[in-house]
């Protein structure tokens, strides 16, 4: 059981009436879903699941080696504990559009990009990347559209065309991904204003910003993005760095001193992760619960 309130198709449509209001929507990675349940208490507009956060997590680097299987259970739990609606990274579309799209759909996410890539990805902030053709990824943005039964379900089209092939050709293909029917375009690792701008000019569609950290884009704020007419921002891996820094910090402190007492005040107390996982809410005898593994979303 959980204390959601809303249908998936709520939270869709949420999505869509916040993208049409010209407001620039806030999208922080969350890491688990105890990360997304903070997200929606501070008062974000939704929730980013990175596939590079998900390979981090298991130990292995972003590189095309998880499966749907792996997103799909992860980016479930994730979406399914908050009423914000959220967004998975589909990396290259798992070899079958059609499927990622229809499981995606299915497991609760509001949208998903997918990007254009080679199989054998690499972090958008890295070099060496390599592009299939842009009529290849018309053929999957195709294949991505029909395979949606709710029309709201978002399809974001990656491009990495700009450190690969330069802006001009990058804004190519974003005019043949426009027309192949992409809700979407996330332009990938754009280096300044004048180039978000310049993306901004030659399309109409809603655009994405990735305001990752040690990346190749300048790190700009709401208001510059909004200014700039961008729509929606992600900030895909900084709760799992701020997290990460935080834990490495505290074992090395264990590990020399013997003991926590000297980071103590660094850490979430058992009260504010009580209140946060609504304990009270579920220790009721009438909210019992026996497997949350088999709640629905509608």
Do not use: W
């Not at 009721?284 to 709640?295: G, H, L, Q, W």
């Amino acid at each position: 059981m959980h204390f959601t309130k809303k249908t998936v198709i709520e939270k869709r449509l949420d999505l869509k009436k916040l993208l049409n209001s010209k407001k620039l929507l806030r999208f922080p990675g969350a890491y688990n879903p105890l990360c997304a349940k903070l997200i929606a208490e501070i008062g974000f507009e939704g929730v980013y699941i990175s596939g590079g956060v998900m390979s981090n997590d298991l130990g292995i680097p972003d590189i095309g080696l998880t499966t749907l299987k792996h997103v799909g259970y992860r980016s479930e739990q994730i979406a399914k504990v908050t009423d914000l609606p959220s967004i998975v990274d589909a990396d290259t579309g798992f070899k079958d559009c059609k499927k990622t799209i229809k499981t995606l759909e299915g497991l609760g996410l509001a949208g998903c990009h997918l990007e254009d890539q080679v199989d054998e990805k690499r972090c958008g902030h890295l070099d060496n990347k390599e592009l299939v053709s842009k009529e290849q990824m018309v053929k999957k943005i195709k294949d991505a559209v029909t395979a949606r039964k709710d029309k709201n379900f978002l399809i974001i089209i990656r491009t990495d065309g700009n450190t690969v092939e330069g802006l001009e050709k990058t804004i190519d293909r974003i005019k043949a991904y426009e027309d192949a029917g992409a809700d979407m375009i996330f332009p990938e690792a754009l280096k300044d204003e004048n180039e978000f701008a310049k993306v901004r000019k030659n399309t109409k569609l809603f655009l994405l910003a990735n305001m990752t950290e040690f990346g190749k884009s300048k790190l700009l704020n709401v208001k510059e993005l909004e200014n700039l007419g961008y729509n929606l921002v992600i900030y895909p891996v900084t709760t799992q760095r701020l997290a990460m820094k935080s834990v490495e910090d505290g074992l090395k402190s264990i590990f020399t001193d013997g003991h926590q007492n000297n980071i103590i005040d660094r850490m979430q107390t058992r009260k504010r992760l009580y209140e946060l996982v609504e304990y009270e809410k579920y220790n009721t005898p009438t909210n019992k619960i026996t497997d949350f593994s088999t709640e629905g979303h509608e």
